[in-house]
């Protein structure tokens, strides 16, 4: 299974992105799938994912109304809408997914088995 994310760029402040994660390989179902981020120095972090089951999406508090997490079954692929982006916001972003339910949570990294290589966005102040 691969998942490549693509999309990123340089973008000025109140600006939008769209990331898009295609996921390829073998026949793949998986759990969630979701976005993190990790800023230079810093800790990878929890971006936004959903739930294939129901549809179910959830939020870092940080980007919660900026940023929309979405899916198109038909190709496989999940994208992060990203607005009014801030030089927070300034990141590699990953998209992941999660083959089954674990104790960790959609938040925790720990969750998540397959991981794209990272796309990298840049807001300028």
């Known amino acids: 299974v691969q998942l490549q994310a693509s999309g990123g760029g340089l973008v000025q402040t109140g600006g939008s992105l769209r990331l898009s994660c295609a996921v390829s390989?073998?026949?793949?179902?998986?759990?969630?799938m979701g976005w993190f981020r990790q800023a230079p120095g810093k800790e990878r972090e929890f971006v936004a994912a959903f739930r294939w089951s129901d549809g179910s999406t959830i939020y870092a508090d940080s980007v919660k109304g900026r940023f929309t997490i979405s899916r198109e079954n038909a190709k496989n692929a999940v994208y992060l809408q990203m607005n009014s982006l801030k030089p927070e916001d300034t990141a590699v972003y990953y998209c992941?997914?999660?083959?089954?339910?674990?104790?960790?949570?959609?938040?925790?990294?720990?969750?998540?088995?397959?991981w794209g290589q990272g796309t990298e966005v840049t807001v300028s102040s």
């Open positions: 390989g073998r026949t793949f179902s998986s759990y969630r």
């Open positions: 992941a997914a999660q083959r089954a339910r674990t104790t960790y949570g959609a938040y925790d990294q720990r969750s998540y088995d397959y």
